[in-house]
Each structure stands twice: as C-alpha cells, then as structure tokens.
C-alpha cells in the first residue's frame, strides 16, 4: 500500500501543525465573526478520493455538529463532533462498506480586513478523524486534513462567495480482523491539490447562513455511481450570534432603505411626544 513520500509528509506536518491537530465541508462565514462571537453548524458532505498506489476510488459519507468561536476580530477557532462512513470501490475482488464511525473534528481558521467594503482573504485548516468498520470487522481509521487559502467576495450583505485551493492529505490505516500489528497496513490519498468554491446565503438581521461548497483534484472523475470521485459536495446551515449581528443589520437597512434614516427620526419624535 502507498506510504506517503518525503514531500507529502512535509506538507502533512505542516497541516497538522496549523489545524492543531473539518476535512472538507462548507466553511462557517467567518467573514461575519467579529470578537466573542459564537457559531454553531451541522455540515453534510460527500467525499470520495483515490487511495493508495493502485489509486482505489473510496467514497465517504460525513456527518459533522461543530462550534466555532473567535477570540478576537480575525481568528476563528472550531470543534464539533460528527459520523464518518467509508466504502471502498471492489479492488482484488474485495469491496469495503463501513458503517458510521465516531468522527471528531477541529479547525482554525485566519482572515484579512476587509478590502473595498467586499473583499477577504482567509487562511486555515481543518481536520476530522475517520474510524469505520465493516461486519467482517475490517477497519479503516485515518485523520484527513484539509488546509486551504481563499479570497471570500461579500458584494451584498446576503451573500458571500469563497474561491480558493486546497491540501487534502489522509493519513490511515487498514486493519484485519483480530490483528492489530499483522493485519495492518498503511494508506493514504494519491492526489493532494483541490480547487474549491463556496456560495454562502445568508441573513444579516439574525445570523442565519447556508453553504453550498464544491471541491475538486485535477484526477476529477465523472462517475458518480458511488459518490463523488477525486471531490466533495458539501452543504453546511446555522448561525453566527455576536455583537456584529445588529451592527450590520442597522447599515443595511440604512444602505437598503432610502427613507429609514428619515423613517426613524420621526419614530424617536413620537415616542418623544407621547411622553
């Protein structure tokens, strides 16, 4: 089975240092976190990627609850609990459909100030731990890490557009029924770079978002009989809550709404007259 080469583990220490430690799925819009904000997501996402040196087509099915936090204006911290099924495309006449494991995820994400009003840059990594096994009790575990680089374009309020690559790197190992030493051999996923687009909708006044997140390697296949192959399809919804909330739900109706400048002074003059 493919171990990884000199490079590729550089480029994985590297990911695994800047993540601390989800793999790809819809990013929280981090462009809307100001400090002290707090934003919860549930995350679905289809993944599939070549494995090993035979480049097996592997699909996943990942379920991700996460939390993410910014301690200050342009970081964003993020962990949350998930499910992670794998299958394995048949190779040597031999197919593997794992069940649901526990799958645990952490992420760290880094953004820019804004530039003219609608343009941010962010920097991060994300990571979620695969443990699934089948009824044979044949078991694939690995910790798959994606680090990425984005420009995110806000050209309204209500929606934001994310651009960027990708390092997906999975590191695992499969396991043999009964045997823990023996039985064991280590895998990982033949193509690291991935182009990515996100399209996030979102609700200024409350903090509500979706997001519809695309990757793909140059290796992108079209046969999608068993799930994406060489990409991911992610779809991502929550909420952001923070102070900036009621920040940006006041200029927009006041970029929006020619009249609510002068609409509210008149407001504060009946509320004056009637005391």
Known sequence: MNQFSWCS??????????????????????DDMDS?????QYGLTFRGENITQKSVPAHEVVHTLSLAYAPIQYLSLEAGLGLDALSVESNNQTRFNGAFGFAPNFGISVFSPKILDMLKFSLGSKSNYLNSQDDAGFQYTALSTNSFLSAIVSPIPY?????????????GTMTSPGSIS??????????????FFA????????????????DASPSLDSDLSHGPREASIGIAFGAV?????????????????????????????????LK
């Open 241 to 273: 809550i923070g102070h900036k909330r009621t920040q940006i739900a006041s200029a927009d109706s006041s970029k929006y709404f020619s009249g609510f400048d002068e609409l509210k002074a008149k407001q504060n003059k009946m509320a004056e007259d």
């Open 9 to 30: 583990k550089i480029l994985f220490g590297f990911a695994f240092v800047f993540a601390l430690v989800p793999a790809a799925h819809a990013e929280f819009p981090v």
């Open 36 to 40: 002290y904000s707090l934003g919860l």
């Open 182 to 195: 023996t039985g064991s051999r280590a895998f990982s996923n033949q193509n690291i770079l991935r182009g």
């Open 199 to 214: 399209v996030t909708i979102k609700s200024p006044r409350d903090g509500a978002f979706v997001t519809f997140d695309l």
């Open 159 to 171: 929606v934001s557009a994310s651009v960027g690559a990708r390092l997906f790197l999975m590191d």
